[in-house]
């Protein structure tokens, strides 16, 4: 059974850091391209970031560039995603997604609020 | 980067009733679209992609069509179970910058 399993969110100050993880199960996770997408309260779902199978390709979506960093670790089956600077509007619930022909699997989310 | 509308934003159905929701691209994609739907609190939930190839273990009464920048998602029969929010999403940019529609919101009438 393919199982995305996401920790690490929480409450942060803005111009804060966190890091989140998604561990993988049930399938070859490296061999598929693994993606972040989120959703602000009460809003629409977003893509933020994805990454190759081998992490030689990396792409972002303009609100985060420079800010967020995608990474994986095939040998522990798990994904990444840095967030740094991290600003009011970046409050979400964050998923990890299985990228094939749309996203096929998804996490439960773990929700990030950035507030003082 | 490729924009996604849906309309409507939100509709008002009863069971038993047809429902379709149109979403189009800012440019053409192809047929590299697919829905989702989500209850509140869930992750979303692969309905459709390619625009019309239904997802293992997705009940028949759901269908997609369309292709280029026009697509439409269809409930044959609404059961009350698909009371939600439905979502599509382009795949086909390469570099892979995907997108997603607004969302529509399917309740009771």
Redesign the interface.
């Known amino acids: 059974e393919v199982q995305l399993v996401e920790s690490g969110g929480g409450l942060v100050q803005p111009g804060g850091s966190l890091r989140l993880s998604c561990a993988a199960s049930g399938f070859t996770f490296s061999s598929y391209?693994m993606?972040w997408?989120r959703q602000a309260p009460g809003k629409?779902?977003?893509?933020v970031a994805?990454i190759k199978q081998d992490g030689s390709?990396k792409?972002y979506?303009?609100s985060v560039k420079g800010r967020f960093t995608i990474s994986r670790d095939n040998a522990k089956n798990s994904l990444y995603l840095q967030m740094n600077s991290l600003r009011a509007e970046d409050t979400a619930v964050y998923?990890c997604a299985r990228?094939s022909?749309?996203?096929?699997y998804?996490?439960?989310?773990t929700l990030v609020t950035v507030s003082s | 980067a490729i924009r996604m509308t849906q309309s409507p934003s939100s509709l008002s159905a009863s069971t038993g009733d047809r429902v379709t929701i149109t979403c189009r691209a800012s440019q053409g994609i192809s047929s590299y679209l697919a829905w989702y739907q989500q209850k509140p609190g869930k992750a979303p939930k692969l309905l459709i992609y390619a625009a019309s190839t239904l997802q293992s273990g997705v009940p028949s009464r759901f269908s997609g069509s369309g292709s280029g920048t026009d697509f439409t998602l269809t409930i044959s029969c609404l059961q009350s179970e698909d009371f939600a929010t439905y979502y599509c999403q382009q795949y086909y940019s390469y570099p892979p910058l995907f997108t997603f529609g607004p969302g529509t919101k399917v309740d009771i009438k």
């Open positions: 391209w993606s997408v629409g779902l977003e893509w994805n390709e792409y979506v303009d998923y990228s022909g749309g996203f096929d998804w996490g439960q989310g």
